[in-house]
């Protein structure tokens, strides 16, 4: 070792929750470990290990729980969390969501859902007019209350007049530090304009209370241009002038919604990442591909890992990993131009081409001898 390697600093380190759980989601979390270590070993600068978290609907079928007792401490003691998708055929969904992703985001108040899409170079929007640039987007969705709240019931079970409430929740502080977090993001960007996506037409109080909020925080950033759209018209928008759109904030349910219009917009949802972030960092942040569990094309080797990869890169990001996390997209971004796609992209590529092409082009580009 020479005398300056031998004096550099050491390589910051970070420990990784991994939570695969069902379906493909244990597919492509493995493809992004693997692209992770190869890039972590590539470049030297940082350094990353993985503590396996075996909770998933196999694991409730068998013990009664998705997150054992005491299971959430052991999360929180880690850097980040990786997260594949949750959802099993035998297993209705909402128990599957509550007990496990949503146990998780709302306990560790990650309370702000970051989803960036853009149309990778390679690829193609399915929108005939849409070129290089013209839809590169960051959604900001409220992950904590409104719609997915929890707050509701069910009454008179079993009878003909069986009754059912579920009531969106929107709180100041909770609208407060949503609207902040995505002025701050819309400030980050090039354009500076952020759309507050709405429904205070029909719904004339949480979502009064959420424009008066957006209103005031709004006076904080005089630097940032905003909008206001109502959610069904935004819709219209995003297919018909997407270079009009920059950084979106919506509740909940709509971002929810309109996070997957736009992952098809750009391509394919098997892109589309997702950042569960608690911005004041007293818990670990959460990070996963958009994408659910995909019955229908689990164990056949064919899922797309891209998601994972950009959101592993995001991860990278927030860890402060910057350089590391631009490197690991553009050279995603290389192995799409080559045309190593999978089938939702219009290739014939598997997971596993991807992934080592990904890993290949990585040690080309940064290896040793560069
Ligand atoms: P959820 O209801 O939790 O969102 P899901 O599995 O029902 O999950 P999506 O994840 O939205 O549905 O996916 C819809 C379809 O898109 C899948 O059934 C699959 O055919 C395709 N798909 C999703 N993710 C990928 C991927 N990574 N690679 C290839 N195809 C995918």
Redesign the pocket.
């Known amino acids: 070792m020479s005398p300056s390697a031998a004096a550099a600093p050491p390589a910051k380190s970070y420990s990784i929750a991994s939570i695969p759980a069902d379906?493909?989601g244990t597919e492509?979390v493995e493809a992004a470990i693997t692209v992770l270590k190869t890039l972590s070993e590539t470049l030297g600068t940082f350094a990353i290990d993985f503590t396996h978290f075996d909770w998933s609907s196999e694991t409730y079928k068998k013990t009664g729980k998705y997150i054992p007792d005491g299971g959430l401490d052991e999360l929180k003691k880690h850097d980040a969390i990786l997260f594949g998708?949750?959802?099993a055929p035998d297993v209705p969904?909402h128990i599957s969501?509550w007990s496990l992703r949503l146990a998780i985001c709302q306990t560790f108040q990650q309370y702000a859902n970051v989803r960036p899409t853009k149309v990778f170079r390679g690829t193609q929007s399915p929108l005939r007019n849409c070129k290089a640039g013209d839809l590169d987007w960051v959604i900001v969705r409220e992950n904590s209350e409104g719609e997915y709240a929890g707050q509701g019931g069910r009454s008179h079970r079993g009878q003909p007049w069986e009754t059912a409430t579920e009531v969106a929740m929107f709180t100041r502080h909770g609208v407060e530090r949503i609207m902040r977090f995505a002025f701050e993001t819309a400030r980050s960007r090039p354009l500076k304009l952020l759309t507050i996506v709405t429904k205070s037409n029909a719904q004339r109080n949480g979502m009064v209370l959420w424009d008066e909020v957006a209103a005031e925080v709004a006076k904080e950033f005089p630097d940032v241009t905003t909008d206001k759209m109502l959610v069904d018209a935004m819709t219209c928008r995003m297919v018909l002038k997407p270079e009009s759109i920059d950084t979106i904030v919506a509740t909940n349910l709509q971002a929810d919604i309109l996070s997957?219009l736009a992952a098809a917009l750009a391509g394919?949802?098997?892109i589309a990442p997702t950042s569960n972030l608690d911005p004041t960092r007293k818990n670990p942040s959460m990070f996963e591909?958009?994408?659910?569990?995909?019955?229908?094309?689990t164990g056949k080797g064919?899922?797309?890992?891209?998601?994972t990869f950009w959101t592993s890169a995001e991860m990278l990001a927030w860890l402060g990993e910057h350089d590391a996390s631009e490197k690991l997209l553009d050279v995603v971004e290389r192995v799409c131009e080559k045309g190593i796609v999978?089938?939702?992209l219009g290739g014939t590529a598997k997971t596993v081409d991807v992934t080592n092409a990904v890993c290949e082009e990585i040690r080309s580009l940064y290896g040793e001898s560069k």
């Open positions: 379906g493909i492509v998708a949750v959802g969904d969501l997957d394919s949802i098997g591909p958009i994408h659910g569990s995909a019955f229908d094309i064919i899922a797309n890992p891209v998601a999978t089938a939702d």
